[in-house]
């Protein structure tokens, strides 16, 4: 409530008051969200970067693929190049600056709930990685890869890119709060390499031999990129039967974006209680 | 009688095998500008985050606008302002932004947070910078918006952390302005931790003094420096010696005499009528005197007195006549501001006098 005293600089006094839940959230979102476009050198490597390899490899493989299989390389990179995109972009070491300097103890003496403090962030992430998701969509479409799901299929492409690239933010955040050391945060983006590439990344699955083949089963990056491969080619393993909205592949990509999320979202909520509970 | 905005009953908290603070007992008024005193590693800043709910006591409790600090941290939170000992800030924010986030975070809507951004401005004088990225700030402004974020909500207790460390004399006086500004139009109770006596003299209406995470003493200014004498001589000089020392006590008129490297502490109610006798003596001790002058006590004295030890650059007065009191306590490592308690022993310190 506003009221109006006589000093002559306190013409305004306020009662301060828990905000919500989701104004917390918004609150700290569109600060993350301000600080995005200042901060370019954080964003444009992560959007250049896997242009950059998904034009290279399938000028380089093309061919070769295409003739050995019988299949297109550029369509089947192309989850590739997004999942590479939305992989590993999170806030985390904006927040380990945060604690380094303080500005996290000045959030946590307001009456903020402590979980907006978190979902704030991946609120900001989720929209940056849609974001860098959907250039990397354009220049496949622009290289003449047709998604036979449809516009559907391509929303679909982007929201579970981005849903994906979300939950993964839980385990740089679990860094960040647990160490609050950027030198930690960096180096989570080793966790990047073995699920992006120990799956079926360049070659189908039934090509996959070995070890490679046993390890790829395991790993939720094979069912992510069988999902959303098949709403480019219809049938997600490639080679196999096309057929556009396989509710199989498509409901083996979510379950496997579900159990990572659990994981590493759990571990990032424990980092959360562990650094706010005062001890 | 109003309810005190701040009580701490034997409020202690522990880090591995020391006590940053070892048991302390304050009861501010509500209004009240109260310094807390004290070297670093002392125990302030342990002491403030505690008492601002980011730091559970290891023991005791402490009450903040009558809600205690350990059970009722978010009724805390809504009734106080916090300006850390490091002005915590984004530097990729603009000022504006940042007191408008921190004007959302506490619960007030768009109107009133548009006002309040103007209000705390016109006290703490940013201009035009407030709509700058704060990386462009020198010091002394971002201590200012530092200070502005912790008024946005208009709490009733600030704690200001070191709010001058590092700045220069002019922003120094210029957050003493709002300090008392603060104090004076708005009845904010202020706590203050400071190492700087004259901020502690400037500033506040009562000071306590800490040492190895407790409380010495605690009084007016006037009433701590009067617990020294009034009047204090000062002679540097070439060499120390426990004949000088034995030589100045026996001048007539002399209360104490406190000896630290190649400083002496005169003590005297009579500071004029003393300083030939004590030149003379000087002189009569063989000793050559670098400067000699005559000044009030500072804080400074009260400190030295009560822990044998400067306050701003802790050397320790190895020839105090309390150096021997003290020397089972040695001084705890950087950061680790306090051993294991030995209650009850601090106060011994007063009427050690020569």
């Known amino acids: 409530m506003v009221s109006t005293t006589n000093a002559p600089t306190t013409a305004l006094r306020v009662q301060a008051r828990p905000a919500g839940f989701f104004v917390d959230v918004a609150s700290v979102a569109q600060r993350a969200i301000r600080q995005i476009p200042r901060e370019p050198e954080a964003v444009i490597p992560a959007l250049i970067v896997p242009i950059f390899f998904y034009v290279l490899n399938i000028g380089a493989l093309s061919k070769i693929t295409h003739q050995a299989a019988g299949f297109s390389f550029k369509s089947f990179e192309l989850p590739v190049a997004v999942v590479f995109a939305v992989t590993g972009v999170s806030r985390a070491s904006a927040l380990v600056t945060d604690i380094q300097n303080g500005y996290f103890d000045r959030l946590v003496i307001t009456p903020v709930r402590r979980l907006p403090l978190l979902l704030g962030l991946m609120t900001a992430d989720l929209t940056l990685v849609m974001a860098l998701a959907i250039p990397v969509v354009v220049v496949g479409l622009a290289l003449g890869v047709r998604f036979h799901a449809g516009v559907l299929g391509i929303i679909l492409f982007v929201v579970l890119s981005g849903i994906w690239g979300l939950v993964f933010t839980g385990l740089p955040y679990a860094i960040a709060l647990k160490t609050g050391n950027p030198g930690a945060v960096n180096a989570s983006f080793i966790l990047f390499f073995p699920i992006t590439f120990l799956s079926t990344t360049f070659v189908p699955k039934p090509y996959l031999q070995g070890w490679l083949g046993t390890v790829a089963n395991y790993n939720p990056m094979t069912y992510i990129l069988q999902g959303l491969r098949s709403l480019i080619v219809g049938g997600g393993g490639i080679p196999g039967p096309l057929q556009s909205w396989n509710p199989a592949y498509l409901g083996q990509a979510v379950l496997a974006i579900a159990a990572f999320g659990a994981i590493s979202l759990s571990l990032a909520l424990l980092a959360l209680r562990g650094r706010v509970r005062r001890s | ?354």
């Not at chain 2, 009733?156 to 104090?183: K, Q, Y």
């Not at chain 2, 009047?231 to 000088?244: F, G, K, M, Q």
């Not at chain 2, 006549?321 to 022993?345: N, Q, T």
Request: hydrophobic share 40%.
């Open chain 2, 1 to 354: 009688m109003p309810e005190p905005a701040i009580v701490t009953e034997d409020i202690a908290r522990q880090f591995g095998d020391f006590w940053a603070v070892a048991g302390v007992d304050l009861e501010i008024a509500a209004g009240e500008i109260y310094g807390f005193l004290g070297p670093n590693g002392a125990g302030k800043s342990t002491l403030v985050r505690m008492l601002c709910t980011l730091m559970r006591p290891t023991r005791g409790r402490g009450l903040v606008a009558g809600h205690d600090v350990a059970n009722e941290p978010e009724q805390v939170r809504l009734r106080i302002g916090v300006a850390l000992q490091d002005a915590a800030l984004d530097d990729r924010q603009t000022g504006r932004e940042l007191l408008d986030l921190q004007g959302r975070l506490y619960g007030l809507r768009r109107a009133e947070r548009s006002v309040r951004v103007e209000q705390v401005l016109r006290l703490v004088d940013i201009g035009s910078a407030i709509d700058r990225q704060i990386k462009t700030y020198s010091g002394g402004m971002k201590r200012r918006l530092d200070l502005a974020a912790a008024l946005i909500h208009d709490p009733d207790i600030l704690f200001l952390d070191e709010p001058t460390t590092g700045l220069d004399p002019e922003s120094r006086a210029a957050v003493w302005e709002e300090v008392r500004s603060l104090n004076e139009q708005h009845g904010t109770t202020i706590f203050l931790t400071t190492q700087y006596l004259e901020e502690a003299d400037e500033l506040a209406d009562r000071v306590g003094i800490i040492s190895r995470g407790r409380l010495v003493a605690e009084g007016t200014p006037d009433e701590l420096k009067r617990t020294v004498g009034t009047d204090v001589i000062v002679a540097r000089v070439e060499s120390l010696t426990d004949t000088t020392l034995q030589t100045l006590r026996s001048v007539p008129g002399v209360d104490e005499v406190v000896g630290a490297h190649q400083e002496v502490m005169v003590h005297a109610a009579n500071g004029a009528a003393v300083m030939s006798p004590v030149a003379l003596a000087l002189h009569d001790a063989g000793t050559t005197v670098v400067s000699l002058t005559l000044r009030t006590p500072t804080l400074d004295d009260v400190f030295l007195q009560l822990t044998g030890s400067h306050l701003q650059d802790g050397a320790p007065s190895d020839r105090s006549e309390r150096s021997s009191e003290h020397s089972e306590h040695p001084d705890p490592p950087a950061g680790e501001d306090a051993r294991a308690p030995d209650r009850g022993s601090d106060k011994s310190t007063k009427g050690a006098r020569t």
